[in-house]
């Protein structure tokens, strides 16, 4: 082995006899620990959550690079998204809204901009599938309200939305939806209405106006199907119940001071000024925007409404 490796048998026996340093030590000891949050949640947590995880629950500072080291080392990786590859146009018959959320995702208070959307959810190996209506509130990412049906049809919308309500009795937040049927139905829109909620809408064919509850369903659907076994009705709708628990509760956010959604939510809750958690600068978005602006000058302010 020495022979081909090209090293000193004097050199590989000091090497194997010597004092292993005690940042080594703890590196194996973080490996180990790295590898059994790999285990307990899946694959799903990459370097980021991972370095989250392992501060919060044990109380260290360790940096992502040096997390990110460990796991190349040890052999550990997150899923990677799906690239979603469709949107929902609208009949244009419909009725409809205006985009008054116009891209606007941050939120300053809980319950101020609340986001939904449909998504389907099929149980593998199977035709057969069920319908999540899920409602998210901005300022947090927390789920506040959801439902699980076999049908798209209105009353899954009506009862998360009822649900929503009564956990936030004296919310009437602006509520944005895409143009799906159900959010454009007269009985729908005097129902937000009555409860004095303003009604926004994206525009048509531009699935980047509700991008967070669009966010929101590929992160179930790549963590939750890696993180349970799902097979039959039954456990998708355990799963589905878990998995929500998991992500309110114990889903570590980096923008929220490595906090979890409902964490964030009951703290400002309880302030009498919410604390503020601006969302991240994209710069690969304000290169864009820059190099537009220096193509078409006269044109740029249209494009940037994009952003």
């Known amino acids: 082995m020495c022979k081909k490796l090209n090293v000193s048998r004097a050199a590989y026996y000091r ?92 939120a300053y208070a809980p319950n101020e901009k609340w986001t939904t959307d449909v998504c389907e959810l099929k149980i593998p190996k199977s035709d057969k599938k069920f319908y999540l209506s899920a409602f998210l509130d901005l300022y947090d990412r927390s789920i506040v309200g959801w439902q699980l049906s076999d049908t798209n049809d209105n009353k899954l919308v009506f009862d998360t939305l009822n649900k929503a309500i009564e956990a936030n009795p004296q919310a009437q937040p602006l509520f944005h939806s895409d143009r799906g049927y159900q959010y454009t139905s007269p009985a729908f829109r ?39 076994d799902i097979h039959d009705e039954k456990s998708l709708i355990q799963a589905l119940i878990d998995y929500i628990e998991f992500y309110n509760y114990h889903r570590y956010q980096e923008r929220y001071d490595c906090k979890a959604p409902m964490e964030v939510r009951l703290e400002a809750l309880q302030a009498d000024i919410p604390k503020r958690y601006p969302i991240p600068i994209n710069r690969r978005i304000e290169k864009y925007k820059a190099n537009l602006a220096s193509k078409n000058p006269t044109e740029s302010s249209a494009g940037l409404e994009l952003f």
């Open 15 to 106: 090497w194997l006899n010597r004092e292993i340093p005690q940042k080594e030590l703890e590196d194996i000891e973080l490996g180990k620990l790295v590898l059994k949050y790999h285990q307990n949640y899946s694959g799903v947590l990459g370097y980021r959550r991972m370095t989250m995880f392992i501060n919060r629950h044990y109380n260290k500072n360790y940096r992502y690079k040096r997390i990110r080291r460990i796991m190349r080392i040890v052999g550990v990786s997150s899923t990677i998204k799906r690239v979603r590859k469709c949107c929902t146009v609208s009949n244009k018959t419909d009725q409809k809204a205006e985009n008054i959320l116009n891209r606007n995702f941050e």
């Open 190 to 228: 005097n129902k937000l209405k009555q409860l004095g909620i303003q009604q926004s809408m994206s525009r048509v064919g531009m699935c980047i106006d509700n991008c967070p509850s669009e966010g929101l369903w590929g992160i179930i659907k790549d963590e939750m199907y890696q993180m349970y």
